[in-house]
Structure formats: C-alpha cells, structure tokens
C-alpha cells in the first residue's frame, strides 16, 4: 500500500490561492485506508474549501486511481461538474494525480496529499516501511527481513556498529534489520547465510520509470506480433 497522508490545510489553501472552482477526486485503496482519500475525507475538505469561498463543482471517489481506464469511465458522468471546475484536486499518491493529469492535460491538477512510503499495515491504521520496491529482492538470504529498507543506511553487509540492545542507532524504537535477520535466521537454522559476503545489488534493475506487463498482456502482444507477421507474409507472397 502506499501510505500517505493530507497536506495541511494552510499548504492547501496557498497551493489553490488562484482557484475558485475545484472538482475533487479521492482514492478508494490506499488513501481510504490511510484516512486521506475516502468518501469522509473528501466531506471533510470540501466543508473546509468551502468555508473558504470555494466552490466544489463535484467529487469522486474511484476504487483505485491509478487504474487509469477505470477512472475514465467513472469520471464519464461527471464531465459537466468537471467542465465548471478551474482546477481538480487529488486526495491519492502521486500516480492518482497523474493518471487525472494523463486524462485530463487542459486541467490544472493539484495534489492535495504527500505519498510517504510503501507499507505493511502491522495493526489497524498503522503503517511500516518493509519494501522500497528496488526490482531485485533476493530477501531469502537475510530470512525475509529485508536491509535495503529496513536498515537505516540500506546496508547489505551489516550489522554496523550502531547497534544497541538490538536497537538501531536512529532510535525511535527501531529494531536494527541485522539483527532482525539473525533471529529469524537463527530460527530457520540458516545462521551459515551470513557467513559470506553478500554480492552488491544490480541497482540497474531499477531503472526509472519501471514499467510491467502482466504475463497474459505479453502472451497477447506476441499473438498479436505473430498474426501481423502472418498477415505480412501473405501480403508478400
Ligand atoms: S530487496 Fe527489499 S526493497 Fe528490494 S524488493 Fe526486496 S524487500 Fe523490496
Ligand atoms: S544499527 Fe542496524 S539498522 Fe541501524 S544502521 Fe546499523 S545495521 Fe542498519
């Protein structure tokens, strides 16, 4: 999930100061569940935005708005609110702005939260960062405890020498990830796993943008190749 949270409403307000007619749009995956995106949250700004003389021309919450063709088709009746509006506003991380962005390039499109992280919900409404997304995880060697993320300095080869009680040196209650990693190592009887260096990282896997295809797209595009290249050869013969 990507954890976010709401700007304040004083960087809202200077960030929308030339706005006076906004239609907002939310997110019904992660930023409901972080209490930022949701049909409440959107109630909740527009109350504000418009005791502030603002005017909300509508809103919508889609169910996950980085799927940008959903969002199209849910945006579809509400062109007429959308055309009244100077400006959208996005309560959802970055991608949702940017799938209203990709739809909609004649409109000025705000981002009304802050992305913070990708994260495991641990308890209800409580959110840690356990993965950056780097493109090669190989976490099996360290027992599923990953050090890239959960490591303060992202070190492979730990642990450092700022462990204190099984603490990280930063504090905040912040278990050290190396010593995350020996228990559960020791657990599985798998201690030998960090006798050896470990091989630095292709960093290259991570090139930005990163982009996917699912395996059933890629079956389809090589069909698809296939029966051009077919229609292609009939043509020549
Ligand atoms: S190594 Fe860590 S950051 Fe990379 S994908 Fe695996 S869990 Fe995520
Ligand atoms: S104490 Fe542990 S978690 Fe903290 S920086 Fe050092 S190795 Fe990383």
């Not at 940008?68 to 609110?81: F, N, R």
């Not at 730990?158 to 905040?172: F, H, L, R, Y």
Request: net charge neutral.
């Amino acid at each position: 999930m990507i954890v976010q949270e709401t700007k304040s409403k004083e960087l809202i307000l200077e960030m929308l100061k030339d706005v006076k007619k906004i239609f907002l749009v939310g997110c019904g995956d992660c930023a409901t569940v972080c209490e930022a995106g949701g049909e409440n949250d959107l109630k909740n700004i527009t109350e504000f935005l418009e005791s502030e003389g603002k005017k909300v021309t509508g809103k919508i919450v889609p169910d996950t708005s980085c799927h940008i063709p959903d969002v199209k088709m849910g945006m579809k009746k509400h062109a007429k609110e959308l055309e009244d509006a100077d400006a959208i506003g996005v309560m959802s991380c970055g991608a949702g702005v940017q799938s209203l962005g990709t739809l909609y390039e004649e409109k000025i499109v705000y981002p009304l939260n802050n992305p913070l992280f990708l994260g495991n919900t641990e308890r209800f409404g409580q959110h840690v960062e356990y993965c950056s997304a780097c493109g090669e995880c190989r976490i099996d060697q360290f027992g599923a405890i990953c050090p890239v993320t959960r490591c303060y300095k992202g070190i492979l080869n730990g642990p450092c020498g700022g462990v204190n009680n099984g603490m990280c040196e930063i504090g905040n209650d912040t278990p050290c990830a190396w010593v995350l990693a020996y228990e559960r190592l020791e657990k599985q009887n798998r201690l030998d796993n960090l006798k050896e260096p470990v091989q630095s990282k292709n960093w290259a896997a991570h090139l930005r943008p990163m982009r996917h295809l699912n395996p059933s797209n890629i079956k389809k595009m090589e069909e698809k190749a296939a029966k051009r290249a077919a229609k292609e050869a009939q043509k020549g013969k």
